[in-house]
């Protein structure tokens, strides 16, 4: 696995305006990328939405590939609904951090239900999704940041078993150990994880990806399905 990382930078660095100007920085870095393959390659681009999607438009726009979604969500325990202790797609694909317990039982599969149903429930509000089929092409999986990875990892697993040539992650921002993070949560079972992560920055303390944005208002279902019904309009 190959990454590009255009800088380090500082922990306590504003990085980027907005959604929007992330994404057109990253579609740039991107088609830098894309452009010393063959020109025949075929991309398309999945949003973790719902931040994913604004950073994710430029990208697909820049390639002039198609633009999808694939859901992904935390798993939580109801004490604490910060804490990730897995990962699932609305397909149903999952990954657990490896501190859970399999013995946890009911209440563990209680947690998985439940962030599941949230997964199906909002991939069901994009009614209008183009659901591309990526096998031989190049899917890159864009989101606005990267924390502890769970959900981007958990979407990588999914996509693998749609064939795609290859996965490359893509995010504006990342802690510095993201890249082995997800290679260790690939399954072993997959032939490979992830192909290229292109990550702008990789500040160092992180803490949190809203400390790189100046402006990280939670964009709301609406807006993030505005977003890509306007990819589709223009």
Known sequence: MSLSRLSQGSGNATIFVDRHDAGEKLAQAVLAEAQTLPDSTKFVVYALPRGGLPVAAPVARALGCPLDVIVAKKITRPENLELAIGAVTA?????????????????????????????????????????IDPEGAI????????????????????????????????????????????????????????????????????????????????????????????????
């Open 91 to 131: 397909d149903g694909q999952v990954l657990w951090q490896k501190t859970v317990s399999s013995d946890q039982g009911r209440s563990r599969e209680e947690a998985l239900r439940v962030a599941q149903t949230k997964a199906q429930a909002q991939l069901a509000r994009f009614v209008d999704r183009p659901d």
């Open 139 to 234: 899917a890159l999986i864009v989101d606005d940041g990267i924390a502890t990875g769970m959900t981007m990892a958990v979407a990588v697993k999914s996509l693998r078993t749609r064939n795609p040539l290859e996965i490359w992650v893509c995010a504006p921002v990342a802690p510095l150990g993201m890249v082995d993070s997800l290679r260790r949560w690939s399954d072993a079972s997959e032939r490979r994880g992830v192909d290229r992560a292109i990550i702008l920055a990789t500040p160092d303390p992180f803490w949190s990806v809203s400390r790189f944005y100046q402006v990280f208002t939670q964009v709301e279902t609406d807006e993030a399905l505005a977003c890509l019904q306007n990819f589709y309009k223009n």
